[in-house]
């Protein structure tokens, strides 16, 4: 049974930061990209940093480039988020995605919360 599992979410105040974690299972993980989403209320799921099976290929969205970085590790079929410098507008619930087509797994989202 494949599932994403995230983790790491929470409440900081702006300038903070946080790690997330996504744990993988079901599927062989390292031939599949991985990406961060996130979706704040009201908005639209936006993409905010991919990689892809080798490490060298990372794309971020312009408003986290120099604030998040996306890594993963393949041996604990995980991926994760450094999101530093949080700012408020960063407040979303960050999903985690595979994708190697035509398969695309969700994990359940987590919430994290920029505020003072």
């Known amino acids: 049974q494949v599932q994403l599992v995230e983790s790491g979410g929470g409440l900081v105040q702006p300038g903070e930061s946080l790690r997330l974690s996504c744990v993988a299972s079901?599927?062989?993980?390292?031939?599949?990209?991985m990406r961060w989403y996130r979706q704040g209320l009201g908005k639209e799921r936006e993409l905010v940093a991919g990689?892809?099976?080798?490490?060298?290929?990372?794309n971020y969205a312009d408003s986290v480039k120099g604030r998040f970085t996306i890594s993963r590790d393949n041996a604990k079929n995980t991926v994760y988020l450094q999101m530093n410098s949080l700012k408020p507008e960063d407040t979303a619930v960050y999903y985690c995605?595979?994708?190697?087509?035509?398969?695309?797994?969700w994990g359940q989202g987590t919430q994290v919360t920029v505020s003072s």
């Open positions: 995605n595979a994708y190697a087509w035509p398969n695309s797994y």
């Open positions: 079901g599927f062989t993980f390292s031939r599949y990209i």
């Open positions: 990689m892809g099976n080798s490490a060298g290929s990372v």
